[in-house]
């Protein structure tokens, strides 16, 4: 069974910065692209950046380019997002998955079986 657990988020004002981080549990890890998602009050979940198994591959979605890093450690089988110069447009909730298929990518939701709870993100204008 894996298991996706968020952390890092929280209020922080327009042009500030949070480092999301998304521990996961179970094995093989190392072999699966993982994403970042958000979801805003009365809005789709959208994607927001993904990573490749080995994290040579990364992707984002327009709104957030030049301003999100997406990186991972599986080492330590965890996943990162940096954000940066936050808007009050990037509040949401964030969630990290899991592809559902070893060694391959996708923007699309439906392509991750595996989704962590959520860690609120409010940018205060």
């Known amino acids: 069974q894996v298991q996706l657990v968020e952390s890092g988020g929280g209020l922080v004002q327009a042009g500030g910065s949070l480092r999301l981080s998304c521990a996961a549990s179970?094995?093989?890890?190392?072999?699966?692209?993982m994403g970042w998602f958000r979801q805003a009050p009365g809005k789709e979940r959208e994607f927001v950046a993904a990573?490749?198994?080995?994290?040579?591959?990364?992707s984002y979605a327009d709104s957030v380019k030049g301003r999100f890093t997406i990186s991972r450690d599986n080492a330590k089988n965890t996943l990162y997002l940096q954000m940066s110069t936050l808007k009050p447009e990037d509040t949401a909730v964030y969630y990290c998955?899991?592809?559902?298929?070893?060694?391959?990518?996708?923007?699309?939701?439906?392509?991750?079986?595996?989704w962590g709870q959520g860690t609120q993100v409010t940018v205060s204008s």
């Open positions: 990573i490749s198994w080995s994290g040579g591959s990364t």
């Open positions: 179970g094995r093989a890890f190392s072999i699966y692209s």
């Open positions: 998955a899991r592809n559902r298929r070893a060694y391959s990518e996708t923007k699309i939701p439906g392509g991750y079986d595996y």
